[in-house]
């Protein structure tokens, strides 16, 4: 939204939920997918070094998307590809509405504040495109701030998530998934990757934002120059998946280093260890592992969910403006 006028905060919570929703149910089976490619290879490197160590010689078979669902249909079934879609919902519908909510928040407090902050842009001879430029790392801001606290909310569910969508552990419940973390590695075990999840996830939300909201006023002005009737839902669609994919690159290896320690924190305990692990026995390209699910899952899911929400926020907007033109 450019706009930052007030409005309820029941609005922002309804639109992110709805959102959530569909893009978690939507796109849960990319999810899983992209959990399972992680953890096979991860697998297949502590095979083959055993192997190497006893003097095998194994041909090195690495997953790919299409033995990765076959394993999981042939296991599980189709609805084995909705596996996780429990915690996914648990976590994505609260935090997609908290979120969205953090997020009005944050950008209503600097447009409030922006004369305080900001003098320069009061003064005479400041256009409104410098002004614009601002806003655009405003958002940078606003989506990295909200982002980073809502995840440090829900990361108790994502790490039950990731590690109930695993093979590696074979839950058969998320109540025994819950437990058994708490069990093994403690209240601490619910926060593994956090670092990394922040790393990713701040970034991933501020540069989305910058891209999302730039690439939305080129388009709406464009199509005003050309004079084409665009549908805002579809303007607001490809500049999702636009910034989706620029902020999914960026990010990709800190959420790489995020699913193995959550998946094996005694083996990744940290940021910087994990990174240093991962450097010498995978190389640069190890950081991307995972990285051709993503490119699809994240893009879509960022689009979808802006797409939803800023309709629903549209569609109050509207409906709010034939109530009053009654009165």
């Known amino acids: 939204m450019s706009k930052h006028d007030k409005r309820s905060p029941a609005l922002h919570l309804t639109g992110g939920a709805l959102s959530g929703m569909a893009a978690c149910v939507l796109l849960q089976p990319l999810d899983l997918i992209k959990t399972r490619l992680q953890q096979q ?33 042939n296991s599980n079934g189709y609805n084995g ?7 996914t919902i648990m976590r994505n519908v609260p935090g997609s509405a908290l979120y969205f909510f953090a997020l009005s928040e944050v950008r209503d407090i600097l447009a409030n504040t922006r004369g305080t902050w900001q003098p320069w842009l009061n003064k005479a001879g400041v256009n409104g495109e410098t002004t614009a430029a601002y806003q655009r790392y405003e958002n940078l801001f606003s989506g990295s701030t909200a982002r980073g606290a ?10 039950v998530k990731v590690r109930y969508e695993s093979n590696f552990y074979n839950y058969t419940s998320l109540n025994q998934a819950f437990k058994s973390i708490i069990k093994t590695d403690g209240i601490r075990g619910l926060f593994a ?28 002005e464009y199509s005003m120059r050309q004079n084409l009737p665009i549908a805002n839902a579809l303007i607001n669609l490809g500049s999702g998946v636009v910034a989706g994919m620029a902020a999914t690159c960026t ?13 094996k924190p005694m083996m990744y305990k940290n940021l910087i260890q994990s990174a240093r692990k991962v450097y010498m026995e995978e190389g640069l390209m190890g950081f991307f ?35 009053r033109e009654k009165l």
């Open 41 to 73: 290879r991860q697998d297949h490197l502590a095979f083959l070094r055993e192997a190497k160590s006893k003097g095998l010689l194994v041909s090195p078979q690495k997953s790919n998307i299409y033995t990765t669902v076959k394993d999981i249909v």
């Open 81 to 87: 590809l909705w596996r996780g879609t429990v915690p």
């Open 150 to 159: 809502v995840g440090y909310m829900m990361m108790p569910i994502t790490v």
């Open 193 to 220: 990757g956090y670092g990394a999840t922040f790393i990713r996830d701040a970034p991933f939300a501020g540069i989305y934002l910058f891209f999302y909201e730039g690439c939305k006023t080129w388009a709406n």
């Open 251 to 263: 990010t990709q290896p800190f959420d790489m280093l995020k699913t193995r320690m959550q998946l």
């Open 289 to 323: 592992d995972g990285i051709s699910v993503r490119l699809i899952r994240k893009p879509l899911n960022s689009a979808i969910s802006w797409t939803i929400y800023e309709e629903v926020v549209r569609w109050y907007d509207r409906k709010d403006q034939l109530m």
